[in-house]
């Protein structure tokens, strides 16, 4: 019998709370802050595919990494505004998440928003001074991976993925 | 040349708490959830932060890694829970238990 879309939600899902696993050991470990990000990018990345999948289809959830900007607050707004009965606190979270998504996104060597943002979790890249610069050296100055909006990350990414994993 | 004397987790742990509460609006509470280990500097500090409407996903620690540079010299777990998850724990101490640990100082906001 052929796969379901709920089987490739399903395993998106699975796979996506197995990459926060990961970034757990990693963050206890004291791994370099790419190695948490690489992680968490890909979490997000999968539940993004985990909820397009049931909604689209596997057949229309393409071979990309640019779902994450779009649909990771599109997910916090529907888990936050069932799952709380305070609106004012869902939109504060939803904000939030949306102040942060597309940081998450551009991490993907494959997302560079038009050649203008190289820097990525995982290849060395040509900065805008021509110098190279190497993930396991960079800062990623435009993402606080020790804030609070970190943990309502994971917790959305825990909860969606649950959700789709069942 | 200086020396630069290493904090005590307990003092990191106040110092943690107050910047949380900095930056969280709804962060109703935190606790030191023991035991604390200061002499094993790989065991990380372990805070119980009660957030306002946060969703309910029970005991689910959330790692950071030791951050020298901001004074943080061990890794950190911080438990999110709801004002009613909070209750719940303070009524069972099982539900901590069940982890290793036992709940621990407030620390406050300022």
Redesign the interface.
């Known amino acids: 019998m052929p796969a379901t879309d709920l089987d490739w939600a399903r395993a998106y899902a699975k796979q996506a709370l197995s990459d926060l696993d990961a ?3 990693l ?5 370099h802050k790419c190695h ?1 990000l690489h992680f968490l990018q890909m979490a997000a990345e999968k539940v993004c595919k985990a909820h397009l999948t049931v909604i689209n289809g596997h057949e229309k959830v393409r071979k990309t990494h640019a779902y994450v900007e779009k649909n990771l607050p599109i997910i916090a707004r529907q ?2 505004t069932r ?2 009965d ?1 609106n004012r ?2 939109q ?1 979270e939803v904000r939030q998440i949306e102040g942060i998504a597309g940081e998450i996104e551009l991490l993907a060597p494959a997302c560079d928003d038009g050649g203008t943002r190289r820097d990525n979790s995982e290849y060395p890249w040509e900065d805008g001074h021509r110098a190279v610069q190497t993930p396991c050296e960079y800062t990623f100055p435009n993402i606080d991976d ?3 909006t ?2 309502r990350l ?3 990414i ?2 969606a993925s649950e959700s789709y994993a069942v | 040349m200086g020396v630069t004397v290493k904090r005590s987790k307990s003092e990191t742990a106040k110092n943690l708490a107050q910047a949380h509460f900095r930056n969280e609006p709804k962060l109703k509470h935190v606790r030191l959830l023991e035991p604390l280990n200061e002499g094993d500097p790989r065991d990380p500090i372990k805070l119980l932060e009660v957030v306002e409407g946060t969703i309910e996903r029970g005991i689910e620690p959330i790692a950071f890694p030791a951050n020298p540079g901001l004074g943080i010299d061990y890794p950190v777990l911080i438990i999110e829970v709801s004002p009613r998850e909070f209750q719940n724990i303070l009524d069972n101490a099982a539900v901590l238990g069940s982890h290793g640990w036992i709940m621990g100082n407030e620390l406050p906001a300022v």
């Open positions: 970034r757990e050991k963050a206890l470990a004291g791994a948490r888990f936050f799952m709380n305070e606190m869902s504060w020790e804030s609070r970190i943990v994971i917790r959305l825990r909860t």
